[in-house]
């Protein structure tokens, strides 16, 4: 169709002389036609002609590849026959069918999941694990080079807090778990608060201590931090594992220590960065419309976030030559990142820089009310989730009898699929009753329209490639639509990284298909007409699996 957009252009341009842009738009089932044009409303002012009058004029100059008619106040509406659909496909159809090279030559760094050190993977991760994995994959298929960088939050204050409720547990470092770290942190943040609302300061001082000792090069402070960070990676990788994510690089926090330091130095000299009295350093951000600065180092001297994200920045920048920067973190940092990208601007660090943010994901309490997930723990673990996905997967498909690694399919791609739902700027509800039924919008109900197709194809496999002679591909054009969508679909969200959208049209198609195996059958026809439904449906099902494929969703083997 964009080259019926490219003529109709062409035509206003001959006709009345002007550039308008044209679009078209899908037409309601009881409307003659397939795509509804308004552009000759837009131009009745300017051309001084009643807009059915204009509609008709353009319509004398198209092709007759398809059939026209003008539709109530002046809309264009086109007919398309399924077999020239078809055509279309036929000809635009290639190994690698709704990519694009648009960001060839060029790189993104995506950063997720941005896990902590010593703490439990909690459901706080999910959605920066996901949304990052389907940020990379977009990317992919519109031809950027993407390095995936897992951030670990391995140094600052947090290092501190576990350093010294450590020391005071008593427990023996060759016995402690992920878990108990988890705990310690916890208890500790518990007992700081309650420290400082006593007015005293003995365990927030004895965390900076430990901070500082770190930074330092302190040997006892160095042998916590690595065998912390060797518990707690065996733990994440343990997690992304099941989650089918993975990442290039995990540079954490401390690898960015001191480049950090040093560009605080260097634009504190240059007097981009000021000092304040007590000591600590911030950048000015008043020219952005920022009122509050950046803080940038503190008074005595450690680092904060802001300094190891400018010292990451810089990395990226000048060592990857990033093009573009994409951080999956949750919309409670947005005014954090709005800060961070402020100051690259001051410092001349011209690359695009984007944070995909997103909202919470919520249950139903106990009140039967919606609310952020959580635990009188304060954490809800990842693993627990992912474990109660698996027993409910094997509960609703137990006549199957899934292999394993099936069920991880299953249950992980409905929890991946409960995130793309709805525009990631809004909140998920997890509600486990329907993010894995097999009808309604789902993971599963996606996954098991690929395995049917595939099932088709496998039960057919004689009539690959038959000749199908002069089919009319009536049945077909719903579906011959849909699959036509899904370049220009994949371009579309490259920018604002919207891959709510490529759900929707996962579900969608897959629910064409569904409508179709109704009013198609496939193994009681003609050979000719089998033939021309089988490469439909060969069709159909690479498309579907390449959109879920975007989403980090795999196809089970079996459902």
């Known amino acids: 169709m964009d080259s019926l957009k490219a003529k109709i252009s062409e035509v206003i341009k001959k006709l009345y002389g002007v550039e308008v842009p044209v679009e078209f738009a899908p037409v309601p089932a009881e ?29 004398a100059e198209l092709p007759t590849d398809y059939e026209y008619t003008v539709a109530g106040p002046g809309f264009i509406n086109i007919a398309v026959s399924g077999k020239a659909l078809a055509g279309q496909l036929s000809a635009a159809w290639t190994d690698d069918y709704g990519y694009n090279q648009s960001g060839a030559g060029k790189t993104a760094v995506s950063e997720f999941p941005s896990t902590n050190m010593a703490k439990p993977y909690s459901v706080g991760h999910l959605r920066p694990g996901t949304q990052g994995w389907a940020a990379k994959r977009i990317l992919e298929a519109n031809g950027w080079k993407v390095i995936t960088d897992n951030h670990l939050g391995d140094a600052g204050t947090p290092f501190g807090i576990w ?86 690089y995990e540079l954490g926090e401390s690898f960015f220590v001191e480049r950090g330091k040093a560009l605080v130095q260097k634009y504190l000299d240059e007097g981009v960065f000021v000092k304040n009295e007590d000591g600590s350093v911030i950048c000015p951000l008043d020219e952005f419309g920022i009122e509050v600065p950046m803080l940038v180092l503190k008074s005595n001297g450690a680092a904060l976030y802001a300094t190891t994200d ?154 690959a490639g038959a000749d199908f002679g002069d089919y009319d591909f009536a ?40 409508r179709y195996y109704e009013n198609a059958p496939i193994s009681t026809a003609e050979p000719a007409t089998k033939a021309a439904r089988l490469w439909l449906v060969a069709r159909a099902a690479t498309v579907l699996e390449r959109g879920l494929d975007l989403l980090g969703i795999e196809i089970p083997e079996k459902m």
């Open 475 to 514: 049945a077909e054009k719903g579906v011959l639509q849909k699959l036509l969508e899904f370049p220009a679909l994949v371009a579309g969200v490259a920018e604002n990284l919207e891959a709510h959208r490529i759900a929707g049209y996962c579900f969608e198609l897959a629910q064409e298909m569904n």
């Open 163 to 248: 350093a010294t409720g450590f020391k005071r547990s008593g427990k023996s470092i060759d016995e402690v778990t992920i878990y108990d770290l988890g705990e310690i942190y916890i208890q500790m943040k518990a007992d700081m608060k309650a420290e400082e609302a006593a007015g005293e300061h003995a365990l927030a001082d004895s965390a900076q201590d430990w901070l500082l000792k770190l930074e330092a090069g302190d040997a006892e402070a160095t042998e916590l931090s690595e065998r912390f960070n060797k518990i707690s990676l065996d733990h994440i990788h343990g997690v992304m594992k099941r989650m089918n994510l993975s990442t290039d």
């Open 310 to 463: 400018l010292g990451c920045l810089d990395y990226r920048l000048h060592e990857w030559k990033a093009d573009r920067l994409i951080y999956a973190v949750g919309a409670e940092q947005k005014f954090y990142f709005e800060q961070l990208f402020a100051v690259a601007k001051k410092l001349g660090w011209n690359a695009e820089m984007q944070h995909v943010w997103f909202g919470t994901i919520d249950q139903v309490g106990p009140d039967g009310k919606r609310e952020k997930m959580s635990s009188r723990k304060g954490v809800v673990l990842l693993e627990a989730m992912l474990d109660d996905a698996e027993k409910r997967v094997r509960e609703n498909f137990a006549e199957a009898e899934l292999a394993d690694e099936d069920v991880r399919r299953i249950a992980t791609g409905a929890i991946k699929y409960s995130d793309f739902i709805a525009d990631r700027k809004t909140g998920i509800l997890y509600d486990p009753d329907k993010i894995f039924a097999l009808t309604g919008q789902s993971g599963p109900f996606c996954q098991y329209a690929c395995v049917r197709m595939r099932r088709i194809l496998e039960k057919n496999a004689d009539f």
């Open 31 to 59: 409307i003659e036609g397939d795509y509804s044009c308004n552009v000759a409303m837009r131009l009745a002012k300017a051309a001084g002609k009643a807009p059915r009058d204009i509609a008709a004029e353009i319509i």
